[in-house]
Structure formats: C-alpha cells, structure tokens
C-alpha cells in the first residue's frame, strides 16, 4: 500500500513537472510571437525625439498618440497629405460589400450542388475548386481586360467585383463541405409540402448555416482587407485601399523617417481584423470543426 502511495505522489510530481514545462515553453512562444506588436503599439505611443534617444525596444517615458492623429488626419500619402482616413473607408467600402456577396452566392452554390443536384454539377464543383489554386497573378491581364470593357478600371466598385469573382471558389467550397451532411429527405420533405428552391434555403438551410457563414465572413474579410496586390493593380489614387496607403507612406524616402507615424498607420492598417479574430475567433474554429467534420 505504501508503495502505491509512494509511486502515486512520484507521479503527481511528474505531472505538475511536466505541465510547467509545457506551460512555460507556451509562454516563451508567445512572448516571442507578441514581441513585434509590442514593438509596434511602444513605438507608436513614443514622440519622435524619445525614439531616437532611447531604445527600440523601451517603454515610452511619456505616452502621446500625435502619431496616431498624424497618420490618420496629416500623413502623406503620395502628393496627397490628408492622412489615411479616406484609403480606411475605401477598404470599408471594398471588403463589407465583397465578402457579404461572397458568403451569399457561396451559400446559393453551396445549397444547389449539394441539394439540387443537376446534370454536370461534379464538374462544376470541380472547376470551383481548381479556382481555388490560380494564383493572384494569373488573374491580373484578364482581369483587367475585364474591368476595363466595364468601365470599372481604377475604382472600388472594380475592386470588389475582383474580390466576389476570386472570393467565390473558397465561399462555395466551404458550403458545400457544410451542406453536404445535411439529409436530403429534409429537402425532400420539404419540396412535398410545396417548398421551392429559394423557400427551402431561406426557411430551412440558412438558418442552420450559421457557423459556415461566420467562417466564411472571417476568412473572406481578412483576404480581402489584407489584400496588397489587387489593390495595386486595381485601384490608384484616391480610391486605392488602406494596404496600398500603408505601403506608400512607410516606403517614402522624402523628408524624415517618422517611425512612430508608420507604427500607428500599420496597426489602423491590421486593425480591423484584429477585431474581427478577437470578437468571432471562437465562432470561426467552432465552424472550422463542424465543417471538416461534416466534410
């Protein structure tokens, strides 16, 4: 008995160990994965003469968000010195409505390839999903041959189309992986009591789609915010989105390196969809789990 005691309280020690290990070495990745964004949110809370005086990595002596006003309101941005706010509302107007049309026409695949089967939909869901593997700059040239023949070169109506089109392979995959457990003879039941293709996806399917359409908002939103390359290519002066801003004011090499200015714009810039993972995180891997698992 005593030895059991003896073997029992070893063990428990082994545990707790063990567990402090593991927890340590969690700690020391997160300290080292957090430590830029430390650098970053100390830099830009910092006036330019402390920056240059004290250490990169110091705490500011005293806290001022001039560099976050500046960036906002005064920064330069090309010729153009009115701050950022106006490229902030141009990736607003870009990224609500293309993932919100995204997430819709992905729901309306989704739900016809899965519950109203037609004649060569396994090759068209095929295709969908080989457009998930064209890189970004395949698409440019006919890209930009097609918003021209529409007139929407240069502008943030273009840009959005841009981001439906390619958005759109990723948004229909994800439905269609979450729809396709879902039983048919729920569809069927309901197109005896005379329930047609649009009645059944309002009344019976989205309402229970809620966890794919968080996911496939987080996704498409971070994709479409964070996006550089479109934005370069598709838009130019005043309706260029917030990366294109970003880029153009931390690579000037006119007048004075302002770094704490460059700070501020990069975190307004990666904002957003901080926000998004902080306040619907727990939403997206919960839908992530349902959908591989349903997949």
């Known amino acids: 008995m005593a030895d059991i005691q003896h073997y029992s309280h070893d063990a428990g020690w082994k545990h707790t160990i063990l567990r402090g290990l593991l927890?340590?070495?969690?700690?020391?990745?997160?300290?080292?994965?957090?430590?830029?964004?430390?650098?970053?949110?100390?830099?830009?809370?910092?006036?330019?003469?402390?920056?240059?005086?004290?250490?990169?990595?110091?705490?500011?002596?005293?806290?001022?968000?001039?560099?976050?006003?500046?960036?906002?309101?005064?920064?330069?941005?090309?010729?153009?010195?009115?701050?950022?706010?106006?490229?902030?509302?141009?990736?607003?107007?870009?990224?609500?409505?293309?993932?919100?049309?995204?997430?819709?026409?992905?729901?309306?695949?989704?739900?016809?390839?899965?519950?109203?089967?037609?004649?060569?939909?396994?090759?068209?869901?095929?295709?969908?999903?080989?457009?998930?593997?064209?890189p970004f700059q395949v698409v440019l040239l006919p890209m930009s041959q097609v918003l021209g023949s529409l007139g929407l070169a240069s502008s943030t109506t273009g840009l959005v189309l841009v981001h439906v089109v390619y958005g759109l392979c990723f948004t229909t995959l994800f439905f269609r992986n979450y729809y396709v457990s879902i039983p048919d003879e729920l569809v069927k039941a309901a197109t005896i009591?005379?329930?047609?293709?649009?009645?059944i996806f309002w009344r019976i399917i989205l309402p229970i789609s809620t966890p794919i359409i968080v996911v496939s908002v987080i996704w498409q939103f971070t994709q479409i915010w964070n996006d550089f390359l479109f934005g370069a290519s598709f838009a130019s002066g005043d309706n260029a989105p917030m990366t294109v801003a970003l880029n153009n004011i931390v690579n000037t090499t006119t007048g004075v390196k302002q770094y704490n200015v460059d700070m501020a714009t990069a975190l307004l810039t990666g904002l957003p969809t901080l926000l998004v993972y902080v306040l619907a995180g727990k939403y997206f891997v919960r839908g992530l789990t349902a959908g591989s698992v349903k997949g």
């Open 23 to 134: 927890y340590l070495v969690l700690i020391l990745f997160a300290a080292y994965y957090l430590f830029p964004l430390f650098v970053m949110i100390s830099t830009s809370l910092k006036s330019l003469d402390e920056i240059r005086e004290g250490s990169l990595i110091s705490l500011p002596r005293v806290i001022t968000f001039d560099a976050w006003n500046y960036a906002w309101n005064e920064a330069c941005v090309g010729v153009e010195c009115s701050g950022i706010k106006i490229y902030f509302w141009n990736s607003v107007k870009m990224a609500v409505p293309a993932v919100l049309i995204s997430t819709f026409l992905g729901a309306i695949n989704g739900y016809a390839l899965t519950k109203w089967r037609f004649k060569g939909a396994n090759i068209v869901f095929a295709l969908l999903l080989f457009g998930c593997f064209i």
């Open 193 to 199: 009591d005379g329930a047609g293709f649009f009645t």
